[in-house]
């Protein structure tokens, strides 16, 4: 076996893989000098980390197929012994991280990590599929991000801790911030990683489905302020006093037929008349706390926020001073109204969490 010299690294001494990370930029060619455009230039590389071969390729199914498949850095290793391999889009902190812990090097390895250093290890353990290898170290990594709430002070941070705890599988955590999305934030995941430009390989469906979820949320809320709007539209009479007159039976049962349906008839107009007032003092109440008019398309939602869309439903108050005259039956209405309103949406707040990691990953199989 060729000896591999030149290591500022060394993960096993007796190591025949030589992996370069971290390209310093500009290049230098092999005349010595530095250059963008000679075609002989390779790079140059700050981290030069000797390992081993066989662990490398048991952690990880991708180095196996490198190292022991029939690419040409497989020949060469076989061929002459040893290998060097550039790595020069893995990020050089991450990488060495990961590779203390598929060589065992749990003492080299930090006990507290940047979210975004987390980030890194997590695209790195998500490509060459060797998360198992992390996970110990990523359940100790998480407790002072969670401890602080690191992951809630920017969007960046938030969609950077949702692919985190999906590749180290951290359901708990993986709900709560897939929650947050869904309860606080006036768009979904899809365009937080658009918005700022991250190149996190979450994905798709879990994308989709965080950002379906968040929808669906809003939609439910609205469909209860709709369906009770629509009582005051329909045939049905809300109106109390009018509702109770017609209960009654006739005093005169020798009446003329014609004449009580006629009357009867007169009745329920009036009663319509109530619920037309009912409904348009109930709508203007409704959009001095900006919920009325509802949404009716997916992109009217964008702003809608769910958490700020349950606390102005149990604000909403019937305002005596409005310049819309209501009489005391009618108030009453509205107060009951509301009060199943706010029954309704509670039940819709207790049940709205995050995605369910486990079912997604069964599921969708991703």
Request: glycine content about 6%; hydrophobic content about 40%; proline content about 5%.
């Amino acid at each position: 076996m060729t000896r591999i010299s030149g290591a500022n690294f060394i993960a096993d001494p007796d190591g025949d893989l030589l992996i370069l990370l971290g390209p310093i930029t500009p290049p230098i060619s092999k005349t010595g000098e530095s250059t963008f455009h000679e075609r002989n230039s390779i790079w140059a590389y700050d981290s030069r980390v000797l390992v081993s071969s066989k662990d490398m390729s048991l952690a990880s199914p991708v180095f196996k197929i490198m190292l022991e498949g029939s690419f040409k850095e497989s020949l060469e290793l076989k061929t002459m012994g040893s290998l060097t391999l550039p790595l020069p889009e893995d990020d050089p902190v991450a990488m060495r991280i990961l590779i203390d812990l598929i060589h065992g090097h749990g003492d080299c390895v930090p006990k507290v990590v940047h979210i975004h250093v987390f980030t890194a290890l997590a695209i790195l353990a998500d490509y060459y599929q060797c998360s198992a290898v992390a996970e110990v170290c990523a359940n100790l990594w998480k407790r002072k991000i969670v401890e602080l709430s690191l992951w809630k002070r920017s969007e960046t941070r938030l969609a950077c801790w949702i692919y985190v705890t999906w590749v180290f599988n951290l359901s708990v955590e993986f709900e709560e911030a897939t929650g947050s999305i869904v309860r606080q934030f006036p768009y979904g995941l899809g365009e937080i990683i658009a918005r700022n430009q991250l190149e996190l390989p979450i994905p798709t469906t879990v994308i989709k489905k965080v950002d379906e979820y968040r929808q669906a949320a809003l939609e439910g809320v609205i469909g209860i302020l709709d369906v009770t709007l629509s009582r005051f539209q329909g045939d049905n009479l809300e109106c109390p006093v009018v509702r109770h007159m017609l209960s009654i039976r006739p005093g005169n049962p020798g009446r003329a037929s014609a004449e009580l349906t006629h009357a009867r008839r007169t009745m329920y107009d009036h009663g319509k008349e109530c619920d037309a007032e009912v409904l348009e003092y109930f709508t203007k109440t409704l959009s001095t706390y900006s919920l009325f008019p509802l949404p009716r398309n997916p992109e009217d939602y964008r702003d809608w926020v769910f958490d700020k869309l349950i606390e102005k439903v149990h604000s909403v108050e019937v305002n005596n001073g409005s310049c819309i005259r209501i009489r005391s039956h009618q108030k009453a209405v509205i107060d009951d109204t509301l009060e199943k309103l706010r029954v309704s949406v509670a039940d819709i707040d207790r049940e709205t969490f995050g995605l369910d990691m486990a079912s997604l990953k069964v599921h969708f199989n991703v």
